[in-house]
């Protein structure tokens, strides 16, 4: 259940940097230059990292898609504080359709449709005292901070 929540709540964090990243921008061209950006440059966007990203097929099909790993920025780690201190392990991926791979008519028309095809995959943590309940409550905290 608190995994799943977990899920829920960095899918939302996530979005709304993505929406950040191409200020409004819903062209899929936008879309993939600003985040193959913001990867290349472990862009810090709202209250995320970006970190990497690659293309993989996942099952027997020819589509591939693209995992990006994402983390909590730093500046919203900070605020953390010792109760917390373990999420700095925490990365996620996001993982979209390469549009390129898909069959044309399933191909989606702007960066909305492509990210209703998305899915969020959250790493297990590695080691530390933490738990997906620890994660859920401070993404609750974090979600109530608004940017200045």
């Known amino acids: 259940m608190n995994k799943r929540k977990s899920v829920e709540l960095l899918m939302e964090i996530t979005v709304q940097a993505l929406a950040e990243l191409v200020s409004g921008d819903e062209g899929i ?50 605020i953390a504080g010792s109760k917390y201190q373990d999420l700095n392990r925490v990365s996620w991926n996001l993982i979209v359709p390469n549009i390129f791979t898909l069959d044309p008519s399933q191909r989606p028309a702007n960066s909305v449709e492509l990210l209703m095809m998305a899915k ?10 933490f738990s997906y309940g620890d994660l859920v409550e401070f993404l609750q905290i974090i979600s109530r901070i608004r940017k200045r």
């Open 120 to 129: 969020l995959m959250l790493e297990e943590i590695q080691g530390g005292h």
């Open 29 to 78: 061209s936008a879309f993939v230059l600003a985040k193959n950006h913001a990867v290349s440059t472990r862009k810090i966007v709202n209250k995320v990292q970006f970190e990497e990203e690659w293309q993989q097929q996942v099952d027997e099909s020819e589509i591939f898609y693209v995992f990006t790993t994402l983390k909590l920025a730093p500046n919203i780690l900070q």
